[in-house]
């Protein structure tokens, strides 16, 4: 049974960086297709950052190329997503998302969701 749990969601002050966890069980983080989503109200779900380890290649979407690294620790059965200068429009819903390891994270669609975290970016 895969289960997900998430967390680091909390309000923060533009310019402030932010680390997301999403702690796994039943699935192995080192062969899989990881990802974060987000969703901000009003718009659709949004594919923020994903990577294979199938291919070894990552994605970020252009507006967080840069500022957010989504990276993952097998042995702890964790991934993240480190966020740095953050940003008002980065105040969204965030999700974790795992998936089988298939090439190009991008393209993929993700079969296991965290519950979600609320990230908030504001002065």
């Known amino acids: 049974q895969v289960q997900f749990v998430e967390s680091g969601g909390v309000l923060v002050q533009p310019g402030d960086s932010l680390r997301l966890s999403c702690a796994t069980s039943?699935?192995?983080?080192?062969?899989?297709?990881i990802a974060w989503f987000r969703q901000a109200p009003g718009n659709e779900r949004e594919r923020v950052s994903c990577f294979s380890s199938r291919d070894g290649r990552s994605y970020s979407t252009d507006s967080t190329v840069g500022r957010f690294t989504i990276f993952s620790d097998a042995a702890r059965s964790e991934f993240y997503l480190q966020m740095n200068s953050l940003k008002p429009d980065d105040t969204a819903v965030y999700y974790c998302?795992?998936?089988?390891?298939?090439?190009?994270?991008?393209?993929?669609?993700?079969?296991?969701w965290g519950q979600g975290t609320q990230v908030t970016v504001a002065s």
């Open positions: 998302a795992i998936t089988a390891p298939r090439v190009m994270c991008w393209t993929l669609s993700y079969d296991y």
């Open positions: 039943g699935f192995a983080l080192d062969d899989s297709a």
